[in-house]
């Protein structure tokens, strides 16, 4: 298994520029989501998919968008990068029991440093 | 919301210490999670948690429910060890929350 996958691995942007960050994993993991880290700050969660078609809101979306039309990608939008998202994005994926998130391991992607000028 | 606090911030230590980390959070949780990032920026979760203690390898992890406190223990550290390692706590079932992570620096 590749586990969970993000491409690309780095990336530059201008200010008011569009792009979509990749995540796939291979695991079936119904539960998918997105981070993203700060210095000086936990991660902290933009968006979640349960399952394919489902998506919801985390603790910070504004700026980003997401789909989820098959179980194994999970594709993370800026439609207008700006500065503040200049951060490391990491896409996540676990297990869902019962309906409900299994606290069992989640798997973490390599990452992409994303800076916006 | 979960406040999750973890101590120390960064933690220096000479080869072959024994190291704690400690995480504290404020509202009951159904699992505790803590996890390792490498110098590379990867994450790779380490233990899970829901009461007790476990033990992997020199690496400890113990939680006491009542107190809402783990601690993360190395035993016999090695530069190897050096990372950031970061808890974290689900909220019965909810989403993850995640403490600011403790720097780890293993001297030789």
Not at chain 1, 21 to 44: F, I, K, T, V
Not at chain 2, 1 to 18: D, H, I, M, R
Not at chain 2, 80 to 106: E, H, K, M, P
Request: charged letters at 15%; proline letters at 4%.
């Amino acid at each position: 298994n590749a586990g969970v996958t993000q491409t690309p691995k780095f990336q530059v942007l201008k200010t008011g520029q569009s792009m979509t960050l990749q995540c796939a994993q291979d695991m079936n993991h119904e539960y998918m989501s997105w981070y993203r880290q700060d210095p000086g700050m936990g991660l902290r969660l933009i968006h979640y998919s349960v399952g394919a078609g489902i998506t919801d809101q985390g603790e910070v979306p504004n700026g980003y968008n997401v789909s989820r039309s098959t179980t194994e990608d999970f594709p993370l939008r800026l439609l207008s990068a700006a500065p503040s998202q200049t951060s490391v994005y990491f896409c996540a994926s676990r297990i869902l029991a019962g309906g409900q998130l299994s606290t069992d391991t989640q798997y973490f992607g390599p990452g992409t440093r994303l800076t916006v000028l | 919301k979960n406040e999750v606090e973890q101590s120390p911030q960064n933690l220096t230590a000479q080869e072959g210490e024994f190291i704690t980390i400690n995480c504290s959070y404020s509202v009951g949780i159904s699992a505790l999670h803590w996890l390792q990032q490498h110098p590379g920026g990867g994450i790779v979760s380490l233990f899970m948690l829901s009461s007790g203690k476990k033990k992997h390898g020199r690496l400890i992890a113990t939680i006491n429910i009542q107190e809402k406190h783990s601690s993360l223990h190395i035993t016999a550290s090695h530069p190897r060890d050096s990372a950031v390692y970061i808890c974290a706590v689900v909220w019965f079932g909810n989403q993850f929350y995640f403490g600011t992570g403790t720097s780890l620096t293993v001297i030789p």
